[in-house]
């Protein structure tokens, strides 16, 4: 009922799954989990207080599992935080690798014919589109005062 992750899981990201109840396969998933988000390329869009409550999520976890052999010797609602805990980790992953995604566009300049290959993940996509809205607004504002 706890914590085990597929082999179709694990080649599409390092989510928690609920489906064993055994303490070793947390630790190896956990393990796991932990490297991907210290390498920094799968979830490099996860920020600093995102990965720092991903791993409080972990650690919350790994002390609940610890005592015991078998998750259904856990009250209900530990269980139930437990289930929270996992709820978050695998969104908060789920949204940093969707926002680590690279894409790549080729560009021209003005007047050549030279195209150049551009790369960007999806969250600097965002920052930037939003940087360059913000300021298009300030420039129309600075126009409509003059």
Known sequence: MLFCLTGVSVAQS????NQ?????DFSAQRQRIEQAISKGVRYAELSKP??????????RIGVKLAGVTD?????ADQLESI??????VNEALAEAERM????????????SN?????C??????RRRLREESSTGLTRLDVLRTQ
């Open 50 to 59: 995102d990965r720092a409550n991903v791993l409080q999520a972990l650690d």
């Open 100 to 111: 680590s995604t690279l894409r790549c566009e080729n560009r021209g300049a003005l007047g």
């Open 20 to 24: 064993t109840i055994n303490k070793v």
């Open 71 to 75: 998750a259904a010797q856990l009250p």
């Open 83 to 88: 289930k929270a805990d996992q709820s978050y």
């Open 114 to 118: 030279i195209r150049s290959r551009h």
């Open 120 to 125: 960007e993940t999806a969250g600097a996509l």
């Open 14 to 17: 390092e989510t928690i799954d």
